[in-house]
């Protein structure tokens, strides 16, 4: 109390001028470092990102949340204007059409693009692999991380990877009592082909090829007896409706279809650091989002299918096994040498991933 009375009213005027003046100058070098140490995101930039599918659904809501994370983080430096369901570009437009500037970004399913992206569809041979969608996300990152050749291919295209996009398990089924994939023989199968095709064909059934947006009215008419897709577009073709005894068989597969989200090179290199370490950021962070919505909307379509009547199965890995010592080592030696015969580095590739699926399926 007496220092603040003499400080106040009878202490010395020069020395309280002195004091003040000392506080006024921290607080300015404090002002000044934490400005000089905060982020710098330039001036602000609109990136115009070209999307295939709809907003709705699995695929739109994450990249929603992909740029709605670059925006907040950037505090509104880098804008997105969103291009769905083919607005900007077609499903197979994207490659080339983010190459020319067309977008700034894409959203590019490899299967689209066999020849330009071999090396990208590394995954599409394999029956084995990690299930879990987590144990997915590490897979694809690291294989990507540990594979100069995938970042090649990209970069021969002018883009570089943002983020990888995986999907989940796979699901045999029909409206018929289902209890193996063996039950499969003799059906009249419909899948998407490639390499599906060839698991399909191992197992005894007849493959059939139909757009999606056809496989309801086959199934219902019986000339289809069976589908082989992904979980989630088994449910999102409504085909568990068909037949008072339908059964989906889950597949505890490994699902090797990827779709790369990658932006163009020279738009990438106009960005700031700052700005470019958090897209690297929140494209590191996609994975593991996508695998939680994975998990959580399987679940929600398990029960849902249950719901409405249909029998779901899950097939013991054990049968995969069986299934893929069937078939999985042509599908393997035949991707090879597809890449080996456009003079890429295949088989370097290839064992690679071979190694990473082993990790990761443990």
């Known amino acids: 109390m007496k220092i603040a009375r003499t400080l106040g009213s009878g202490g010395n005027p020069g020395f309280v001028a002195g004091w003040g003046s000392c506080l006024v100058l921290c607080a300015l070098v404090v002002a000044l470092f934490f400005a000089g140490t905060a982020p710098s995101y330039g001036e602000t930039k609109t990136i115009r990102f070209a999307i295939y599918t709809p907003q709705r659904g699995l695929e739109g809501e994450a990249m929603t949340w992909l740029t709605n994370e670059i925006e ?12 769905f369901a083919g607005s900007l570009l077609k499903e197979r437009e994207t490659l080339r059409g983010v190459q020319s500037g067309a977008a700034d970004m894409g959203y590019i399913f490899v299967p689209y693009f066999p020849r330009e992206l ?20 590490e897979f694809f990152s690291e294989l990507y991380e540990q594979s100069p050749e995938l970042q090649a291919a990209l970069k021969a295209y002018n ?12 699901a045999a089924g029909g409206p018929r009592p289902l209890k193996s994939l063996n039950d499969l023989k003799g059906l009249r199968v419909r899948c998407a082909g490639g390499y599906d095709a060839e698991h399909m064909t191992a197992l005894g059934a007849k493959v059939v090829f139909l757009p999606g947006t056809e496989i309801y009215s086959a199934m219902e008419k019986g000339a289809v007896q069976a589908n082989y897709t992904a ?5 999102k073709y409504r085909l568990f409706e068909i ?11 490994f699902t090797g279809s990827v779709a790369l989200i990658t932006i163009n090179q020279k738009v990438w290199d106009g960005l700031s650091p700052e700005v470019q370490k958090v897209i690297s950021d929140v494209g590191k ?3 593991k989002k996508l695998a939680g ?3 959580t909307l399987e679940t929600d379509i398990r029960s849902k299918m249950k719901s409405a009547g249909a029998t779901v199965l899950d097939l013991p890995v054990s049968e995969v096994n069986t299934w893929a010592a069937a078939c999985e080592k042509e599908s393997l030696e035949k991707w090879v040498k597809k890449a080996e ?7 370097a590739l290839m064992d690679r991933t071979k190694k990473l699926v082993e990790k990761y399926s443990k």
């Open 243 to 253: 037949g008072k005894q339908h059964t989906v068989l889950v597949v505890p597969q």
């Open 72 to 83: 907040k983080r950037t505090k509104g430096a880098v804008k997105f204007q969103n291009y």
């Open 293 to 295: 919505d994975i998990k």
């Open 159 to 170: 883009q570089k990877l943002v983020a990888i996009h995986f999907f989940g398990q796979m």
């Open 118 to 137: 071999t090396l990208w569809s590394i995954g599409e041979p394999f029956l084995l692999g990690p299930v879990d969608p987590v144990k997915k996300a």
């Open 285 to 287: 962070e996609y994975g």
């Open 231 to 235: 979980f989630i577009s088994y449910f």
């Open 341 to 347: 015969e456009q003079k890429q580095p295949g088989k």
